[in-house]
């Protein structure tokens, strides 16, 4: 089996040379790097993770927690933190919220099953956590890194998009688009990125004089049951020309209940998504949507974490403006002699 000092000799430079280059820490110039790449691959060399592990004192695995593993927002993100991961030869572990207890108590109970395995460092993605939760962990464990929302005990380790721009390009793109008569299906009430993106789309209507009535306003989960729901229930007031959902999930949900009440996407009434999922793309019709660009914030927090737990120097941005993605879904507002 192939050594560092192995590699060095093929690649023509020191040890120490090689091993910066194998780690990925420490400036090595690029024809250099060349060099060391190609004997890695010409001897098949592969890094001790016990020798490493005992050099850093770490065991190279990183825990993730997700509140689920379904839906088509957490699967860009798992995929973006595993790539990260292993481009680095380090692994990670995943838990879930699930067993007793309400929503905050699945959370801690998954944290500590991470912390317990004696990972490196933990990616945190849940809004169910109260900030006393997230500052009690600081203390306890102090390698995390937060995704999707901000918090003041984690400050700079907290990685969020700009959800409330988020809300008010969505009630931009329905007004540019001469929508006054607006309906709603709003995310979960406890999650803070929804809060951030409804109040903003609201008050950006109500500076151009828009208001969106009560009846107009249905709460949903982020679920397609709870999206179809919500749509069966606009139903009973259509006098809307358009439906901002605060996911994709939901606005693909009213799409299709719409449509089965024979209203015609977006002839009759437009939809506008949120988050911009894989799968939005290849819906009938394609579905207008904010893109928020959750697979590069969890790619740059992945990086934030492995610069602590293992001293790289990874780069880390911070710089995950949301912007419209124009499909079909939505047109012009209907005149008033093409629509009650």
């Known amino acids: 089996m192939a050594t560092i000092k ?5 690649a023509g430079v020191g040890v120490g040379t090689a091993s910066r280059a194998v780690s990925g820490k420490g400036a090595v110039a690029a024809s250099t790097l060349a060099r060391v790449q190609a004997a890695v691959q010409a001897l098949d060399f592969r890094p001790s993770n016990v020798a490493r592990a005992l050099s850093l004192n770490t065991r190279g695995m990183v825990g993730v927690y997700v509140p689920e ?6 699967s860009p993100l798992l995929q ?4 990260e991961l292993r481009a680095v030869d380090r692994h990670m572990v995943v838990a879930s919220g699930c067993g007793q207890g309400d929503d905050r108590q699945q959370a801690l109970q998954g944290v500590d099953f991470l912390v317990q395995r004696e990972c490196d460092g933990i990616v945190l993605f849940s809004n169910h956590l109260l900030e006393a939760d997230l500052q009690a962990l600081q203390a306890r464990f102090a390698q995390v890194v937060l995704l999707n929302r901000s918090s003041p005990a984690l400050g700079e380790q907290a990685f969020a998009c700009d959800h409330a721009l988020g ?5 931009l793109a329905l007004l540019e688009r001469g929508h006054r008569r607006i309906a709603t299906i709003q995310g979960a009430l406890d999650a803070p990125d929804n809060a951030q993106r409804m109040a903003r789309f609201y008050a950006t209507l109500a500076q151009h004089g828009v208001a969106v009535a009560p009846a107009h306003r249905q709460d949903g989960g ?3 049951e709870s999206g179809h729901a919500a749509a069966e229930r606009l139903l009973g007031d259509p006098t809307f020309s358009a439906v901002f959902c605060a996911n994709d999930v939901m606005a693909m949900a009213a799409i299709s209940r719409f449509t089965q009440a024979g209203l015609r996407v977006p002839q009759d009434v437009s939809v506008l998504g949120y988050d911009d999922a894989d799968v939005a793309r290849f819906t009938a ?3 207008t949507t904010v893109h928020i660009p959750i697979a590069a914030l969890a790619r740059q927090a992945c990086r934030q974490l492995l610069n602590q737990c293992y001293r790289l120097s990874l780069p880390v941005q911070r710089d995950f403006a949301p912007h419209v993605v124009w499909r079909a879904s939505v047109t012009f507002a209907p005149t008033n002699g093409d629509k009650p």
């Not at 192995?6 to 093929?10: E, G, I, N």
């Not at 809300?167 to 009630?171: H, I, T, V």
């Open 167 to 171: 809300g008010q390009l969505a009630a």
């Open 285 to 287: 019709p394609p579905l």
């Open 80 to 83: 973006a933190i595993d790539a």
């Open 6 to 10: 192995d590699v060095a000799k093929h």
């Open 69 to 74: 593993f379904g839906g088509p927002f957490i």
């Open 222 to 224: 982020f679920t397609f």
